[in-house]
Nanobody, 122 residues
Framework: QVRLEESGGGLVQDGGSLRLSCAAS????????MDWFRQAPGKKREFVAR????????YYADSVKGRFTISRDNAKSTVSLQMSSLKPEDTAVYYC???????????????WGQGTQVTVSS
């Protein structure tokens, strides 16, 4: 049984930082690209960041580029998202997802976590 479990969410002030983690089990973690998505109330789930299976490449949404950093540890089957200079518009539920597709899309993700809430107060 595949499980992705996010942690690290919480309430932070405008300009603050948070580090999200996602622990994976039940899959060959090192063969999956890992993504972070987020969904704000009333909005569609949107892509935030991807790290390829080897960790060799990373991709970011323009809205978070330069502020967020994705990383992974294949030995521990974990992926992290370091978020800095947080803004109120970053408020959302953050999900990690595992995908074998080169296409970054909610539809091409194979497995999802349950999500963790991030709230940035102004």
């Amino acid at each position: 049984q595949v499980r992705l479990e996010e942690s690290g969410g919480g309430l932070v002030q405008d300009g603050g930082s948070l580090r999200l983690s996602c622990a994976a089990s039940g899959l060959t973690f090192s063969t999956y690209n890992m993504d972070w998505f987020r969904q704000a109330p009333g909005k569609k789930r949107e892509f935030v960041a991807r790290i390829t299976w080897s960790g060799g490449s990373t991709y970011y949404a323009d809205s978070v580029k330069g502020r967020f950093t994705i990383s992974r540890d294949n030995a521990k089957s974990t992926v992290s998202l370091q978020m800095s200079s947080l803004k109120p518009e970053d408020t959302a539920v953050y999900y990690c997802a595992a995908s074998r597709s080169i296409v970054i899309s909610t539809k091409s993700s194979d497995y999802w976590g349950q999500g963790t809430q991030v709230t940035v107060s102004s």
